[in-house]
């Protein structure tokens, strides 16, 4: 059964310093790797996508992927508080396919 | 571009009714609409794959004949959750991919059921 794993925490930071969220996956033949974030009440919001291997930089948010260890990342640089929120990795095993999620790792940003 | 709406965003009804959710696309063809469901505290979880013209496929322990979906054309997804009853009372959100065949998915805003 293909698994996408995450550390539910909460991962506590304080304002300003960098959050890193975590994701590892089962199935190696993944394709695509997302970042959602999801407010209380609300749908998954696109934070970021990735394909490559390496990283992927846009505005505060950095994506790392490493396909040999089946790992991607997500790094936020100078957290804010509006961030908090649980953050859900999801992988896409091939194109058409519906995208498996991890259960989400609350972010806490205390200011 | 590439906006997904859901309607109702929110309904509330008695046990044993059905109710229907409607998903569009609004800008752009989806030949695949996904529906999940998501309980609170818990991660999106996956209902059944819905193809424009064809029966959806459905999820291992998900009732086929409880959780009717209809793809009528490529804007437009129905789910209608029949008998409903307390249990099914959950956060439904669909999503939808273009006709290009990329990998990006583009979410609803999802509905709120509440089954008294």
């Known amino acids: 059964q293909k698994e996408v794993e995450q550390n539910s925490g909460p991962l506590s930071v304080p304002e300003g310093a960098i959050a890193s969220l975590n994701c590892t996956y089962s199935?190696?033949?993944?394709?695509?790797f997302f970042w959602y974030r999801q407010y209380s009440g609300k749908s998954p919001e696109l934070i970021m996508f990735i394909y490559s291997n390496g990283d992927k930089e846009d505005g505060r948010f950095t994506a790392q992927l490493n396909k040999a260890s089946q790992y991607v990342s997500l790094l936020i640089r100078d957290s804010q508080p509006r961030a908090s929120a649980p953050y859900l990795c999801a992988v896409n095993p091939q194109a058409g396919t519906a995208l498996i999620f991890g259960k989400g790792t609350t972010l806490s940003v205390s200011s | 571009g590439a906006v997904v709406s859901q309607h109702p965003s929110r309904v509330i009804c008695k046990s044993g009714t059905s109710v229907k959710i409607e998903c569009r696309s609004l800008?752009?063809?989806?030949?695949?609409m996904f529906w999940y469901r998501q309980f609170p505290k818990q991660s999106l979880m996956l209902m059944a794959t819905?193809?424009?013209?064809?029966?959806?496929?459905?999820e291992q322990g998900v009732e086929k004949d409880k959780f009717l979906i209809n793809h009528a054309s490529l804007t437009l997804s129905t789910l209608t959750v029949t008998s409903a009853h307390p249990e099914d009372s959950s956060f439904y959100i669909c999503?939808?991919?273009?006709?290009?065949?990329?990998?990006?998915?583009?979410f609803g805003p999802g509905t709120r059921l509440t089954v008294l």
């Open positions: 999503s939808a991919t273009g006709t290009s065949g990329g990998y990006e998915q583009f």
């Open positions: 819905s193809n424009e013209g064809s029966k959806a496929t459905y």
């Open positions: 199935d190696r033949g993944s394709q695509s």
């Open positions: 800008d752009f063809q989806a030949t695949t």
